[in-house]
């Protein structure tokens, strides 16, 4: 009986045996019936990862096969595993020498150089109104004797009297203004009295003569009194320049000296109230800062000052030039016309190449001028 049970439990061993040594037959035969084709053997480490010893393998195998005179580009073929859903992939570079230089990517940040609009209104702004501040209080000061002020005496007195002058010339431009007026009236009306008398010569033949003698002479007058007038009108014209044009673009440059001057002077007070309290970490910067816009302020003002006092040297000379001219050719054809010198009238006009308008002809075109 026990026997029996022996012979069982070989039995049973020898069953699971059989079976196991039966797969592994049937493993090596599928090994050994399969192609041995090296691009479906995929090599495992140790660590279960996959051995890529072979791949290198082919990449050095396949650059060695490549001439390096040829310059070529290299080219590297990297192989995955079947079950991956990627295709092979070929990466190439530029040939340098059995080396290529590997370019990393990343992300692309362009710096910001350009400023923001609004930041740099609004820091405009700021200025702005510090500078209007401080002159304002500076101007404040003056004017109630509290605060100091820069003078230069020599250029303010020739401020002064350009200043003055012009309001002098002014009154001498408004006067012949008025005179021209009155002339053009005057000559208006001898002219018309002139037609008069010369139409009742012809319907009186009594008066005739009377008549006809009084027509010339307003006519005459007339003539005269529009040659007259021209010089006027040349007189007012250049005076008008001179006061309304040369002298008013001094006295804007002036303005401008004014106003850096009053800046320099409030910068000034500041820098001096900065240098006469404490001096320690928290007022040091600004004293540096105070300093700085002084002394920028304070170059503006010189230069400011220079190209006053060059203006009103060029001024001078041409005013006295001008004038000289004027006062001439006014003198002469006041005193021809009223002496009744006709000819001494005209050459005066041709000194001064002064053309007088015919009444009633408008101007030429500028298509019958070319």
């Known amino acids: 009986m026990s026997d029996c049970s022996n012979d069982t439990t070989t039995l049973g061993a020898s069953k699971p045996a059989t079976e196991e040594a039966k797969s592994n037959s049937e493993e090596s035969t599928m090994?050994?019936?399969?192609?041995?084709?090296?691009?479906?053997?995929?090599?495992?480490?140790?660590?279960?990862?996959v051995d890529d010893s072979h791949e290198h393998s082919f990449n050095r195998d396949l650059k060695r096969s490549i001439p390096?005179?040829?310059?070529?580009?290299?080219?590297q073929i990297?192989?995955?595993?079947?079950?991956?859903?990627?295709?092979?992939?070929?990466e190439a570079g530029a040939f340098q020498g059995g080396q290529r230089t590997q370019t990393k990517s990343g992300p692309v940040i362009l710096a910001d150089e350009t400023k923001n609009p609004a930041m740099e209104k609004l820091e405009l702004v700021r200025k702005w109104s510090l500078n209007t501040?401080?002159?304002?209080r500076q101007i404040i000061s003056e004017k109630l004797g509290r605060g100091s002020r820069t003078v230069d005496l020599e250029l303010?007195?020739?401020?002064d009297i350009l200043r003055d002058n012009k309001k002098k010339y002014e009154n001498i431009l408004r006067l012949a203004q008025t005179l021209s007026t009155q002339l053009f009236q005057m000559v208006h009306t001898q002219r018309q009295l002139g037609d008069a008398?010369?139409?009742l010569s012809l319907k009186s033949l009594e008066l005739h003569e009377e008549f006809g003698y009084n027509a010339d002479t307003q006519k005459l007058l007339a003539k005269n009194g529009e040659t007259l007038l021209g010089a006027i009108n040349f007189f007012i014209a250049s005076v008008n320049t001179l006061v309304n044009k040369t002298i008013e673009d001094t006295l804007l440059t002036v303005k401008q000296y004014e106003s850096a001057r009053?800046?320099?002077d409030a910068y000034r007070t500041d820098?001096?109230?900065?240098?006469?309290?404490?001096?320690d970490a928290n007022t040091l910067p600004k004293i540096e800062q105070s300093q700085h816009l002084f002394q920028a302020h304070k170059e503006k003002y010189d230069k400011m000052r220079n190209d006053v006092s060059i203006k009103l040297k060029f001024l001078e000379e041409n005013k006295v030039k001008v004038l000289h001219n004027q006062l001439v050719l006014f003198h002469n054809a006041i005193a021809a016309y009223f002496a009744g010198n006709q000819k001494q009238l005209e050459q005066t006009l041709k000194q001064f190449h002064i053309k007088l308008k015919t009444p009633g002809v408008d101007a030429p075109s500028w298509l019958e001028e070319q």
């Open 31 to 49: 090994a050994q019936e399969s192609p041995k084709n090296s691009a479906a053997e995929i090599p495992v480490t140790s660590n279960g990862e």
């Open 271 to 279: 820098l001096e109230e900065l240098n006469l309290g404490p001096r």
């Open 78 to 90: 990297t192989s995955h595993g079947f079950d991956s859903t990627k295709e092979g992939v070929i």
């Open 197 to 199: 008398f010369a139409d």
């Open 262 to 264: 009053i800046e320099y």
């Open 68 to 75: 390096s005179g040829l310059g070529l580009s290299e080219t």
């Open 156 to 159: 303010e007195a020739q401020i």
């Open 133 to 136: 501040y401080k002159c304002t």
